[in-house]
């Protein structure tokens, strides 16, 4: 699971990266209006409603440009906002806040986009025993703010990357030649310590995953019927993941199913951001 601790010690390597996609050699419209440096302060206002995510991120941004700036807010990332609803405020150099505007509201939007719609998502597996995972599907550089914001939102991590754990998807079976056979090479080759998650997509690869001993068998884009004999055909031997075509009208169908757990790749490539704004940007006399 991404936590708050390893986000923030991962952060500043991310903002600055994303800092210097924006900021190249100088902020030429802000240094045309402000010659000077000067104090000022803006509102942030929410023009949606959702979960708010990333209120450290949309801080650190500014901090990183000008040591002295500061965000006062009475929210904290996983708290229900609405529109209208004033934030917070953000003090410190007119130049550094109007210099890091952009950035710091892309963080902010699109990881309270992410924990909003995976509010939305885990709210229809409540009284379920069915846990709501995220995917590797994530914007690149993006990953650990992502991840973060489905935990924030009620989800869980699936693998972080690569290196995290095995999962055997239907090209490594095709590179192994067989379930059995990739399933038997991960075995070999991975630490004992690892659990083996294999794909499936057919009631006889189930059959042969399980023979094989998967710990872990997602069932890969079944329908609704299929997926329950799939189920009653593991019996409790391995667990199992529900993927592919996964929406949130279908989630309460798949969890009466019994699978242990429903990955989705839309909670993070498909969320749309939260609309959030900074507004009333003014010196401080």
């Given at each position: 699971m991404i936590s708050g601790v390893t986000m923030k010690i991962n952060m500043d390597d991310y903002i600055i990266h994303a800092l210097k996609e924006d900021i190249t050699s100088e902020d030429v419209s802000t240094n045309a209006v402000m010659p000077e440096n000067k104090?000022?302060?803006?509102?942030?206002?929410?023009?949606?409603?959702?979960?708010?995510?990333?209120?450290?991120?949309?801080?650190?941004?500014?901090t990183l440009l000008d040591d002295t700036s500061r965000f006062e807010t009475k929210?904290?990332?996983?708290?229900?906002?609405?529109?209208?609803?004033?934030?917070?405020v953000l003090y410190g150099d007119i130049k550094a806040l109007l210099s890091g505007e952009r950035t710091a509201l892309?963080?902010?939007?699109?990881?309270?986009?992410?924990?909003?719609?995976?509010?939305e998502y885990a709210k229809e597996l409540e009284g379920t025993n069915?846990?709501?995972?995220?995917?590797?599907?994530?914007?690149?550089?993006?990953?650990?703010?992502?991840?973060?914001?489905?935990?924030?939102g009620g989800g869980r991590n699936h693998r972080y990357n690569l290196s995290d754990g095995v999962l055997l998807k239907d090209n490594h079976i095709g590179a192994a030649g067989s379930v059995a056979k990739?399933?038997?090479?991960?075995?070999?080759?991975?630490?004992?310590?690892?659990?083996?998650?294999?794909?499936?997509?057919?009631?006889?690869?189930?059959?042969?995953?399980?023979?094989?001993?998967a710990d872990i068998i997602m069932l890969d884009n079944m329908d609704n019927d299929t997926m329950k004999k799939a189920?009653?055909?593991?019996?409790?031997?391995?667990?199992?993941?529900?993927?592919?075509?996964?929406?949130?009208?279908?989630l309460r169908e798949i969890a009466a199913?019994?699978?242990?757990?429903?990955?989705?790749?839309?909670?993070?490539?498909?969320?749309?951001?939260?609309d959030v704004s900074l507004k009333n940007l003014k010196p401080v006399e």
């Open positions: 104090q000022g302060t803006a509102q942030l206002i929410c023009k949606a409603n959702g979960i708010i995510c990333g209120i450290e991120v949309f801080e650190r941004v500014f929210v904290k990332d996983g708290d229900k906002v609405t529109k209208g609803q004033i934030i917070g892309n963080y902010l939007q699109r990881m309270s986009g992410i924990a909003t719609i995976t509010n069915t846990t709501l995972l995220d995917t590797r599907k994530t914007t690149p550089n993006m990953r650990p703010f992502e991840k973060y914001a489905v935990t924030v990739a399933i038997k090479m991960a075995r070999d080759y991975a630490p004992f310590v690892r659990k083996i998650e294999i794909e499936a997509e057919t009631l006889d690869q189930v059959k042969e995953a399980i023979e094989a001993g189920v009653e055909l593991i019996g409790g031997r391995a667990q199992t993941e529900c993927s592919g075509n996964v929406t949130k009208e279908r199913i019994g699978v242990d757990y429903v990955s989705s790749g839309a909670l993070t490539h498909s969320a749309p951001v939260l």
